[in-house]
């Protein structure tokens, strides 16, 4: 597609629930990345895919939160039992290769409501 | 651990002024920096992006600066707009290790 594309742009769940947040990326780019990003606070990194792979899940603050890339583009963040404290903007972003080297291009982001 | 801090936090000018941003980071061994525009409730939309060979990107009425050594970058904006209001962020490149600043917030005034 054009540019990174993220479903849905809002999201309102109960806590405790089980969330999906979708990212399609530009095609063709093989680095997916997802940060997020609290009120007043710049975006926080979470993982990195290249590729299928996972190469860098540092970020993801606990095991309740898992993404996936099975084929190499899609992904989907994956939210477990959310708490209220999930409560923020979920940005991803795609780059043509690793390492960012023509830069990071973001999408809109999903901004999820825990209540 | 790189640290991005930008400053100020938030700028208030009126329309028609030149304006500097200013973005300093602690580990220099960047690859790249991006500086990024976010409007309200809105995602992240790139402004310009600096190799780390490289001292300036222009574009437009943008320009923005980068002292690997010293650990700093700036975006000049010239002649502000009210369309300029936004908030401004800095993300620094390090390997696929992006980090960003907390940004500056830029209100102009008509």
């Known amino acids: 597609g054009a540019g990174v594309s993220q479903t849905p742009s809002n999201k309102v769940t109960e806590k405790g629930k089980y969330v999906e947040l979708r990212c399609d990326p530009i095609?063709?780019?093989?680095?997916l990345y997802w940060y997020r990003q609290s009120l007043g606070q710049g975006p926080e990194f979470l993982i990195y895919f290249q590729g299928t792979g996972a190469a860098d899940d540092s970020g993801l603050p606990n095991d309740r939160f898992f993404a996936v890339r099975p084929e190499g583009s899609v992904s989907t963040l994956k939210i477990q039992r959310t708490e209220r404290g999930d409560s923020a903007v979920y940005l991803c972003a795609s780059s043509l290769t690793g390492f960012g080297a023509y830069g990071y291009t973001f999408g809109s982001g999903t901004r999820l409501t825990v209540v | 651990k790189q640290e991005v801090t930008q400053i100020p936090a938030a700028l208030s000018v009126p329309e028609g002024e030149n304006l500097v941003l200013n973005c300093s980071f602690t580990?220099?061994?960047?690859?790249?920096l991006q500086w990024f525009r976010q409007d309200p409730g809105k995602g992240l939309t790139s402004l310009l992006l600096i190799q780390s060979s490289q001292r300036e990107q222009t574009s437009g009425r943008l320009n923005a600066s980068l002292d690997k050594s010293s650990g700093r970058s700036t975006l000049y904006i010239a002649a502000s707009q009210p369309g300029d209001s936004a908030t401004y962020l800095c993300?620094?490149?390090?390997?696929?290790?992006?980090?960003f600043g907390a940004g500056t917030r830029l209100t102009v005034k008509p």
């Open positions: 993300a620094v490149n390090n390997n696929n290790d992006m980090r």
């Open positions: 580990d220099s061994a960047i690859y790249n």
């Open positions: 095609s063709g780019h093989t680095a």
